[in-house]
């Protein structure tokens, strides 16, 4: 995403101050600046009900371009240069080189649930000189939704990515663009008047002021609102017409259109082209961009095409899909967060002058952007308050995705990686899904002295760490918590309470799951109170470091060189 926004804390709340336009992707954008418009009084919602596979899952969130190259025949396509500014071109890294980690057996032994991987649809083919020469490397500057960028390769490596992972029981998500076009370049068109907005740039001030806008004066905004037909942009069917697909593509949109009854306005263009990734490939869900800055119904409306595509697709490809789980659909609500962070009010977002609940337009999870600040507490601060609010509290039942790091959050917790082993436990062992930024496992730099802005946090994924030791242990600690998440629903999705302040001591249950973690206890000898979550007798298994204990007189006694124990019931 493009717009920055620099977080300044005030007193006890914070701001969402200055936008630097960077022109580096598409942006969270919008602050939650006062508003002249008194905001609505938040009502009643109704209960909502989340899978607690993804109110407990572990995503791993990759930029394609700087994980991996597996095909250095790719590195530049359509005619783009290696003359990009620091960290601001393309660097190489593609789909073969996801599936080549995938076949290596990197997710899988890591705990991975999920991949989430930035846009891989075909991007714009020039570049702006906003910061630096700045290519679309990020992936969120759309310029053909129908087709995979060939930096990344071709749609039969995203097939055999898809495949591949399902094989292993990883889910695959598609970062999905609704609110933009890419920006017009020496190499791009602008995309028709009747298709796009180029202003005025939002405001911030209110519900208007963040849809029915763009997000810069660079990134055209689509008419999500219209309902006038329009017809596809002249230069995308030269394109196609020169790719040998101009038939094929219009005779789908008029069997579309011709099914679902919508009018070719440009939103329902976009639903077809998305839910077509569902429907011929199986992806098992969204992360959607920008997700403020389009009409909320929007969303529930490709929520329901995107369900019913994927329940088609696992009909007619049992053998390769996972098992009957329904669509699931990611929001950055940029600015909403864990108990009441900045904008949030329980679950609505507050736009000034009015209250949105994306949780009834679709969207089984948002991202949680409070999570950074979060984290600066204790831990038994920090997963108080999030039990409290997911389990109790304003965000009762929902699903939110917390993370350390991001592409796009300058203040990612603890940024100069000095704290590598409290972020993780902090992030790992919190009630709610988590987000692994990748390289966060690995302690990846998100410092450049040479790179401008949030292209800071995009370095390349610094595999030659691995030959480190400590680099190993730190991965090694991931690892075992990350598998500790998998093995158990209740770490993320469980009910949370505490067993002793010191040690900290809690126990995390759901239906017949349960487990009990210990935290800050000194290394050797070691006694763990589970009186009343594991009768006596029990034979437990520290999943840390592997010792098995018997439950006697409600205690566990054990001896690991290790300050953190994840009881466990052994099998």
């Known amino acids: 995403m493009a717009v920055k926004w620099y977080r300044l804390t005030v007193g006890i709340g914070w701001l969402l101050a200055l936008a630097i336009l960077q022109g580096c992707g598409a942006g969270g954008g919008g602050g939650s600046q006062s508003s002249p418009q008194p905001e609505p009084e938040p009502q009643p919602l109704p209960d909502i009900t989340v899978d607690p596979f993804w109110r407990n899952a572990s995503i791993y969130f990759l930029l394609p371009d700087r994980f991996n190259n597996g095909d250095v025949t790719n590195d530049l396509a359509y005619d783009r240069q290696g003359d990009g500014a620091p960290l601001r071109g393309f660097h190489g890294g593609d789909l073969r080189g996801v599936i080549d980690k995938l076949n290596e057996g990197y997710f899988t032994d890591l705990g991975v649930d999920a991949i989430w991987m930035s846009p891989i649809i075909e991007n714009v083919h020039g570049y702006l000189e906003r910061s630096g020469r700045t290519y679309a490397y990020h992936g969120y500057w759309p310029r053909d939704w129908t087709t995979v960028d060939a930096n990344f390769g071709m749609e039969a490596d995203l097939v055999e990515l898809i495949n591949t992972a399902h094989s292993q029981g990883i889910r695959v998500l598609l970062d999905v663009i609704a609110n933009h076009t890419g920006p017009e370049t020496a190499q791009d068109p602008l995309w028709p008047s009747e298709w796009v907005r180029t202003s005025p740039v939002c405001d911030w001030q209110n519900f208007v002021g963040n849809v029915t806008c763009t997000l810069t004066d660079h990134l055209p905004d689509i008419r999500t609102e219209s309902n006038v037909p329009v017809e596809v942009p002249q230069f995308l069917q030269e394109k196609w017409q020169q790719e040998g697909r101009l038939e094929t593509e219009q005779a789908e949109l008029d069997a579309f259109f011709a099914r679902t009854g919508h009018p070719r306005a440009p939103r329902y263009y976009l639903m077809k082209w998305l839910t077509d990734w569902v429907r011929e490939y199986g992806v098992d869900g969204f992360r959607v961009d920008t997700a403020k800055h389009v009409e909320p119904e929007f969303w529930g409306e490709l929520k329901l095409e995107a369900s019913a595509a994927l329940a088609q697709w696992k009909q007619d490809n049992p053998d390769k899909k996972i098992d009957d789980k329904d669509f699931f659909m990611l929001g950055e609500v940029y600015g909403f967060g864990v108990d009441n962070f900045s904008a949030s009010r329980g679950?609505?977002?507050?736009?000034?002058?009015?209250?949105?609940?994306?949780?009834?337009?679709?969207?089984?999870?948002?991202?949680?952007?409070?999570?950074?600040?979060?984290?600066?507490?204790?831990?038994?601060?920090?997963?108080?308050?999030?039990?409290?609010?997911?389990?109790?509290?304003g965000l009762n039942g929902a699903g939110v995705l917390s993370y350390i790091s991001s592409h796009d959050d300058m203040d990612s917790f603890d940024r100069e990686r000095a704290r590598t082993y409290e972020s993780a436990s902090k992030l790992l062992l919190s009630p709610g899904a988590v987000q692994i930024y990748y390289g966060d496992e690995l302690a990846r730099p998100l410092m450049d002295a040479e790179?401008?802005?949030?292209?800071?946090?995009?370095?390349p994924m610094n595999w030659h760490n691995l030959e480190n030791a400590d680099t190993r242990q730190l991965h090694d600690h991931w690892r075992k918590l990350l598998r500790f998440r998998q093995a158990h629903k209740a770490v993320g999705a469980g009910e949370h309470r505490e067993i002793s302040h010191t040690p900290y001591t809690f126990?995390?249950?759901?239906?017949?799951?349960?487990?009990?973690?210990?935290?800050?206890?000194?290394?050797?000898?070691?006694?763990?109170?589970?009186?009343?979550?594991?009768?006596?007798?029990?034979?437990?298994?520290?999943?840390?470091?592997?010792?098995?204990?018997?439950?006697?007189?409600?205690?566990?006694?054990?001896?690991?060189?290790?300050?953190?124990?994840?009881?466990?019931?052994?099998?």
């Not at 790179?451 to 370095?459: P, S, V």
């Not at 239906?511 to 979550?533: E, H, N, W």
């Not at 010792?547 to 099998?571: D, W």
């Open 347 to 393: 679950r609505q977002y507050g736009f000034g002058d009015r209250l949105v609940d994306f949780y009834q337009f679709g969207f089984d999870a948002l991202i949680n952007m409070g999570f950074v600040r979060h984290a600066e507490q204790s831990y038994a601060e920090l997963f108080q308050q999030y039990a409290d609010d997911l389990t109790a509290g």
């Open 507 to 571: 126990v995390r249950a759901l239906d017949d799951d349960r487990v009990v973690i210990a935290m800050d206890l000194a290394p050797g000898d070691k006694t763990v109170v589970v009186s009343d979550v594991f009768a006596d007798g029990t034979q437990l298994k520290d999943a840390y470091s592997g010792a098995t204990a018997t439950v006697r007189n409600g205690v566990v006694s054990l001896n690991s060189a290790f300050p953190l124990v994840l009881m466990e019931v052994a099998k």
């Open 451 to 459: 790179a401008l802005y949030d292209a800071e946090l995009r370095t």
